[in-house]
């Protein structure tokens, strides 16, 4: 993991991390190719915040290795990050500064901050320069954490839910600036969310928080291909049951639904055994329901 | 371009795109030699990741429908409305499959199956004529 060519902006290996009695996260696995966007989804309180923190090196791990841009934030947190961009899930900002005033504030701690691109983008996002902060809408604020985490032009940029507090037209604005801004540019973006169907326009890769691990790491696209629901008979069900990796299962009557993630060798091997069965395709909410709410037995 | 992306679908985002490009080259709107919009520009217009649009591009490329010209963009072919029929011959037999399986369910036989498709399509084809058109204005008012 030493390697400053790795094609990775981070990985993460078998990360732990407890608070008192309360385990947060149970080796946790990951790699993000450099340049990727990559979705990191978990319900509330999955962990996802606390994996974050660890990243920017707010937090220590328990165990495990971390190494984000070729570094370990534990030893180097600052050189760290000057060179990400960080945009937290409940940003507080001194509600007492104006806008431009933030900006002024702000703009020493990064090197390489770009006074021109900041202006610009309190541009594109109309937002007023001369208000206190206290006065911004929530929408508002989100947007002003993003001039805040973009305006040095950072080689990583970590998002924290960012959507959450933006109406439906701010989110696509928002996707937008992200598809022109950081994937254009060749940035790697970390975007968590509890929203999958939020992220799957933008992400190269799609990864799910749950329980303290990740339960699934995959392209957007093979994920659909992957994860389908079947509806068989139970004597069928019984006979195939271990040729099948298994999100959800569900009996009403002589029928079981199950739900899987390796559809397209479920549906081979059931043509080829000739085996009565319907197939159908899950949207997006579904496929993450089946990760986080599944019942396996 | 119209393209719509409806999102959470059970249809990939891809496959939205693709099949609307494939559409709009079938009805005519997008004419054999027309340039299409750069994979940037087409990008940030649906707010959709610029590899998901290189890959929809290159898929229409492999199937005949779209050229890539390097450094001059993305154009329509001439034959492209030929090659349709090879895009949307799985996703018509997909469909097809389906109201078979329901016309299973309701114990209808092949025969009666066919008979359906045939009214159909007879429909189809009296709704398109300008006589039909036409055939309430000819009867004369009392």
Known sequence: ??????????????????????????????????????????????????????????????????????????????????????????????????????????????????????????????????????????????????????AHRPELVILDDPALGLDPIMRKQFNRDLITHLQGEGRTVFYSSHLLYEVEPVADEVTILHDGRIVRQTETESLRRQVKQFILSRQAWETYRADLQLLDHRAEGDRVAVTVENAAQVEQLLAQEGVEHRTVDLNLDEIFEAYVVGRKV | MFIRIEKGSAVPISRQITQQIGMLCASGQLDAGERLPSVRELARELAVNQNTILRVYERLTSAGLLEMRHGQGTFVTPGAKDELIVVHRERLVDELRQIGRQSVALGLSSDELHDLLTIALEQLSAAASPLAADAPREEPTP
């Open chain 1, 1 to 150: 993991m030493n390697d400053p060519a790795s094609p990775f902006a981070i990985e993460m290996q078998a990360v732990e991390k407890s608070f008192g009695r309360n385990q947060v996260l149970r080796g946790l696995t990951l790699q993000v190719k450099r340049g990727s966007t990559f979705a990191f989804l978990g319900r509330n309180a999955a962990g996802k915040t606390t994996a974050i923190r660890m990243l920017l090196g707010l937090l220590h791990r328990d165990d495990g290795a971390i190494r984000v841009l070729g570094l370990d934030p534990a030893r180097e947190p600052l050189a760290l990050r000057a060179r990400i961009g960080y945009l937290a899930e409940d940003q507080t900002m001194y509600g007492w500064m104006r806008v431009d005033e933030i900006l002024r504030f702000v703009a020493p701690f990064y090197p390489t901050w770009d006074h021109n691109l900041a202006l610009r983008y309190v541009r594109d996002f109309e937002l007023p320069l001369k208000s206190k902060i206290k006065h911004l809408s929530k929408g508002q604020n989100v947007r002003l954490g993003l001039v805040l985490a973009l």
